[in-house]
């Protein structure tokens, strides 16, 4: 037993490390003095003398204390209350109650106020991992069970503790909601002043941020004068074209025909007449709007980006569930940042995605990698040179591309094409060595098997260079092969690239389209070897959910879920089959989680019992309701053979 705690000790230094404390806890006692007397008292026998938490430390102002156990069978003990039972057996033998113990004790002897206990048993690949909150009084709030400890990293504690404990909103979610209510307020009045389609209402808001980037030099919002000669859309208009080269979009084709998606601020009568009830025109009035809940905003804060990420997304949301009205499926922010995670993406990467709707994907990429370096040049280099995409739907394209300019992105090298029209040999020759990708969904047919979701991913995987990486979002049918063109093409993916694994998500990904998804991700170039293990992986419960009036969001538990996937995916833990199926496969198979999975969980001894127990009483109960011939028993008399 004590060769298996040790294993475990191991373990949890191991998550400790994944969650970048490990330098904050120490095991056995602690270097902080106050801590360390108290535990001179802190036996679980309760004779006065010392005792030792496996880990013991403080991460901001919190105490973070932990005990483990070997098996998960000692993870917990209860009284007849059903409250964590506090005798001294609980406390020596159960990881939950000894960790209880130690933190009440570290509240009663010292001035930390703010303790988190965690009882943590089992191994990687099966474990039980209960954190606690005990504060100033001694009381204690069970939390729920965690997969990793990277709640408790620098970074996240605050937000778990506001989220988890407090049940309060974090600032994020506080902004969020304001960002909902501007894009609302935004998306109604250019209904009502403006009369515009729902396509076009992204136009008019991307144009008009563009041409607020050209107050920097010299454009003045009190030039609108609602005059009919040179009318306020006329100038905007003006304002766009300079922005446009002053990003160096080019060649002029690229700039005239991104020009003409933005004609209707210049052409639209109704948002260049002043209105009677504002006072100014329309578009003066959305312009004002917008500098004051977005730009302002984008200029001071630090984390602009992703506030004007947020608001554009919000907005194109209104345009009807997700931007369905407009014909496309928007990729969730979390979902974007998960693939440059699965892609691991380097910051001299080439990143390429073909259908790119809003660039979503790419900017998430540019972010990432950019993140991944301090070398300004090479940052510059991303910007300008290492972000491709096509976009086959001209107003999606002229989105694309002004949502890259005002990211930051600095040449906005995207191309308005049709993607499978395009020789991949071609596209090859960009270099490109990562491919990113969320096509269009239920376009394909026996009659046209091409616009098949998995003849977009192996279009892509011809499209990156040999050994490039390539992650598809895409319905879970796709990998069913449903159709024989769609079991031609998967048996000919798997005869010139390899399939590492798919994921299955979340059924409210795309919350109110109706889709279940999946993330699979190849590798390009390489032929699939029949040895090869591939990875099955069921991440339904992602931590996210549906909330009302809101969509999609966010809960504590999402970044703990997010980090135990990607620990299981890059092999640094083993996960039950329930969660993660390594296997070979064929083209002819279901490459789904759910077509592999097979339950390989030891009974517990607790399971044991139960069983026999059930089985008995079942046995009993028969025999006393005159069927004991099921057991071979007549009459009460056992049948001799």
Known sequence: MAKKETRTDFWVYELLKDAGIEDKLTPQGSDISQIDNALKTASKRGTGKVGFPEYIGIVKDFVIVIEDKASVDKHIARDEKN??????????????NGALFYGKHIIKNTNYKKVIALGISGDKKIHKISPLFIDERCSYEELPELETLISFSEDNILEYYTREILKEKTDIEKQTVEILKEAQILHEDIRNYGNIEDKN????????????????????????????????????????????????????????????????????????????????????????????????SIRFNSSSEDFLGRFYGEFMSYSGGDGQSLGIVLTPKHITELFCDLLDLKPDDKVIDPCCGTAGFLIAAMHNMINKTNDKSQQNNIRKNQLFGIEEQSYMFTIATTNMILRGDGKSNL???????????????????????????????KANPTL??????????????????????????????????????????????????????????????????????????????????????????????????????????????????????????????????????????????????????????????????????????????????????????????
């Open 83 to 96: 409250l964590i039972a506090e005798d001294v057996k609980s406390i020596t033998d159960c990881a939950v």
């Open 201 to 296: 209402k992204p136009l008019i808001v991307s144009g008009i941020l563009l041409a607020l980037k050209e107050i920097e030099h010299g454009f003045l919002l009190d030039n609108l004068t609602g005059d009919q000669i040179t009318t306020d859309g006329q100038k905007i208009y003006s304002q766009i074209e300079n922005n446009l080269r002053r990003a160096n979009v080019s060649p002029d084709v690229k700039r005239d025909k991104l020009l003409s998606q933005f004609s209707i601020i210049r052409d639209n009568t109704k948002i260049n007449e002043i209105n009677p009830t504002l006072g100014k025109t329309p578009i003066k009035y959305f312009a004002e709007f917008l500098y004051e809940s977005i730009y302002k």
């Open 415 to 445: 191309e308005n094409k049709d993607f499978l029209a395009q020789n991949p040999s071609k596209l090859q020759l960009q270099g490109c060595n990562v491919g990113m990708m969320n096509p269009p969904y239920s376009m394909g047919s």
């Open 452 to 641: 098949y979701e998995i003849n977009f991913t192996k279009h892509l995987l011809e499209s990156v260079t040999i050994d490039g990486k390539v992650a598809v979002i895409v319905p879970q049918s796709t990998f069913t092969g449903k159709t024989k063109d769609e079991q031609t093409i998967k048996e000919e993916i798997l005869k010139k690239h390899t399939l590492e694994g798919v994921i299955t998500l979340n059924k409210n990904t795309f919350y109110g389209v109706g889709t279940n998804p999946c993330i699979a991700v190849f590798i390009a170039g390489i032929p699939h070897s029949k040895d090869k293990r591939c990875k099955f992986i069921n991440f339904e419960n992602d931590g996210f959910e549906v909330s009302k009036h809101i969509g999609l969001i966010e809960t504590p538990s999402a970044k703990d879920k997010k980090q135990h996937l990607l620990d299981v995916w890059f092999d640094e833990i083993e996960a039950p089959t329930k969660f993660c199926v390594k296997t070979t496969i064929e083209p002819s198979d279901e490459w789904l989680h759910s077509f592999y999975y097979f339950n390989d969980e030891i009974p517990s001894d607790e399971d044991f019992r139960k069983t026999i127990a059930d089985y008995i009483t079942f046995e009993v109960n028969m025999i006393t309701h005159g069927r004991g011939y099921l057991f071979g028993i007549d009459n009460g008399v056992e049948n001799e053979k």
